[in-house]
């Protein structure tokens, strides 16, 4: 396999995974969002199945986001524990996406268990106005 130099340039896979200084301008994103949404926009006859196309496009840049995340703020190692899940989104993960930490996170009532079956798995029951106020929303 040939490796392949360009003005001077390494290859990208032997960039370092350390943060870049550099950022996207608010204009190239807003293009870029355009553009995948009128791509897809093109090629479906609902708006469900437009929000399907672009959850599933969001889904793939967010998993890999939070490759990248991971590697460069925790050399790999992925957390376990739920508060320490939530304090990577708050800090590291919103700094990547907005520039700063997030204010707070905002929680709601629910009931969290953990139970083992073929590993663990955590069960979230949510209460009752959560429910309501997410089927309102539905509703819209």
Same mark, same amino acid.
């Given at each position: 396999?040939?490796?392949?130099?360009?003005?001077?340039?390494?290859?990208?896979?032997?960039?370092?995974?350390?943060?870049?200084? +550099?950022?996207v301008?608010?204009? $190239?994103? $807003?293009?870029?969002?355009?553009?995948?949404?009128?791509?897809?926009?093109?090629?479906?006859?609902?708006v469900?199945?437009?929000?399907?196309?672009?959850?599933?496009?969001?889904?793939?840049?967010?998993?890999?986001?939070?490759?990248?995340?991971?590697?460069?703020?925790k050399?790999?190692?992925?957390?376990?524990?739920?508060?320490?899940?939530?304090?990577?989104?708050?800090?590291?993960?919103?700094?990547?996406?907005?520039?700063?930490?997030?204010?707070?996170?905002?929680?709601?009532?629910?009931?969290?268990?953990?139970?083992?079956?073929?590993?663990?798995?955590?069960?979230?029951?949510?209460?009752?106005?959560?429910?309501?106020?997410?089927? +309102?929303?539905?509703?819209?």
């Amino acid at each position: 396999m040939e490796v392949r130099f360009t003005r001077g340039k390494s290859a990208i896979l032997e960039r370092s995974l350390t943060r870049p200084k +550099t950022e996207v301008s608010v204009s $190239a994103f $807003a293009l870029l969002f355009s553009e995948m949404v009128q791509y897809c926009q093109s090629r479906v006859y609902s708006v469900s199945e437009l929000q399907a196309r672009l959850a599933d496009m969001g889904q793939g840049v967010g998993a890999s986001l939070l490759d990248v995340l991971v590697m460069r703020e925790k050399n790999g190692k992925r957390e376990t524990k739920v508060l320490n899940i939530l304090l990577f989104i708050k800090v590291n993960v919103w700094k990547a996406l907005f520039g700063k930490e997030a204010d707070k996170l905002d929680g709601f009532p629910a009931k969290v268990t953990v139970h083992w079956h073929k590993g663990t798995t955590l069960m979230i029951k949510f209460d009752e106005a959560v429910i309501a106020r997410d089927k +309102t929303l539905d509703g819209r």
